[in-house]
């Protein structure tokens, strides 16, 4: 079935270590995007790519990094991780063409993230 | 900036009750809408949008109408099932070439049998 793979699903994190979630789709959509998803706050925003080779800060990026290097991968890192980056991490995709609904993204199925 | 209000949950209703989840934004032009709905263990999937004002968007019998005298676009359904069951976000995209989207806080619906 076409979609978005994220990985791992779940981990448990020491403060200060290095994490890379990964976020891979099939659908050969040009935009991704990555979302944290926290109690009474919804979905913020934390980094997008429009299309491969390019990159974009959201609304909450500080402490995160991204990179596309082609047009299915797009992992998120946290390059020293904190508690408060405990979270609910979603990618998400998005094209635009004939057929396809303008702002319509395609969610993962969210990889939770524990740092103690 | 933009940004989107939604009704505090959570929400719990009886099976056949009818259903308004509150919405409202606020943005510059004219945003596109949007409902998205989070089943249990799942990521979000669109329920239904609206892209200009006074448009209707619907799907499995919920409706929402793009108001936009009163920057809103309320959730309704006149009749919850137990599957209904999920949490529901409010979303906008901004009018130009922004793709992403900007979300409320999220509304946790609950229908007992």
């Known amino acids: 079935i076409a979609g978005i793979t994220q990985a791992p699903t779940s981990q448990i994190l020491a403060a200060g270590r290095r994490m890379t979630l990964r976020c891979t789709q099939d659908m050969r959509h040009n935009a991704m995007y990555w979302y944290r998803q926290d109690l009474g706050l919804g979905l913020r925003l934390i980094h997008y790519?429009?299309?491969?080779?390019?990159?974009g800060k959201g609304e909450v990026p500080d402490g995160y990094s991204v990179s596309r290097a082609n047009t299915d991968d797009f992992p998120l890192t946290l390059a020293s991780a904190v508690p408060s980056q405990t979270s609910v991490y979603f990618c998400?995709?998005?094209?635009?063409?004939?057929?396809?609904?303008?702002?319509?993204?395609?969610f993962g199925e969210g990889s939770r993230l524990t740092v103690l | 900036g933009n940004s989107v209000t939604q009704m505090e949950g959570p929400v719990t209703l009886s099976e056949e009750a009818f259903l308004t989840i509150n919405c409202t934004y606020t943005?510059?032009?004219?945003?596109?809408l949007f409902w998205y709905v989070q089943y249990p263990g799942e990521g979000l999937q669109l329920l239904l949008k609206a892209t200009k004002a006074d448009d209707k968007g619907s799907n499995k019998g919920f409706e929402a109408t793009y108001r936009k005298e009163t920057t809103s676009f309320h959730l309704e359904k006149g009749s919850v099932q137990v599957s209904d069951s999920a949490v529901y976000f409010c979303a906008l995209r901004a009018s130009g070439s922004a793709r992403q989207l900007t979300f409320g806080s999220g509304t946790q619906l609950t229908v007992l049998p």
């Open positions: 943005a510059t032009g004219y945003p596109s």
């Open positions: 790519s429009n299309t491969a080779g390019t990159t």
């Open positions: 998400a995709s998005s094209a635009t063409g004939t057929g396809m609904v303008p702002g319509e993204l395609f």
